[in-house]
């Protein structure tokens, strides 16, 4: 059993930043892949990034791609998403998530239903 807490969302203007943190209890967080997904109003639930359990790959959607960056500090238990350069669109309720096999053979999943493990998600809105 793995508990995901998110938080650090808030409204930002255009071209800000904000950094969601994702606190997990429970045992052997480095063997646990991690990823955040997002959901807009009306859209279905999207993959953004994902960490391996070493924290040694990551693996980005093409949306955010050279603005947000996936950490994780395994003595905390805590994985983060910075994110720069905010657009409108990256509007949406953000999503922590854990999973034993999401990174295998060098691949990751940007499958939600690939994730054991979800937090109660952190709302992102970004001002024109």
């Known amino acids: 059993q793995v508990q995901l807490v998110e938080s650090g969302g808030g409204l930002v203007q255009a071209g800000g930043s904000l950094r969601l943190s994702c606190a997990a209890s429970?045992?052997?967080?480095?063997?646990?892949?991690m990823g955040w997904f997002r959901q807009a109003p009306g859209k279905e639930r999207e993959f953004v990034a994902a960490?391996?359990?070493?924290?040694?790959?990551?693996y980005y959607a093409d949306s955010v791609k050279g603005r947000f960056t996936i950490s994780r500090d395994n003595a905390k238990n805590t994985v983060y998403l910075q994110m720069n350069s905010l657009k409108p669109e990256d509007t949406a309720v953000y999503y922590c998530?854990?999973?034993?096999?999401?990174?295998?053979?060098?691949?990751?999943?940007?499958?939600?239903?690939?994730?054991?493990?979800w937090g109660q998600g952190t709302q992102v809105t970004v001002s024109s």
């Open positions: 960490i391996s359990g070493s924290g040694g790959a990551t």
């Open positions: 429970g045992r052997s967080f480095s063997n646990y892949a």
């Open positions: 998530a854990a999973d034993r096999t999401a990174y295998r053979g060098n691949y990751f999943s940007a499958r939600d239903y690939d994730y054991a493990y």
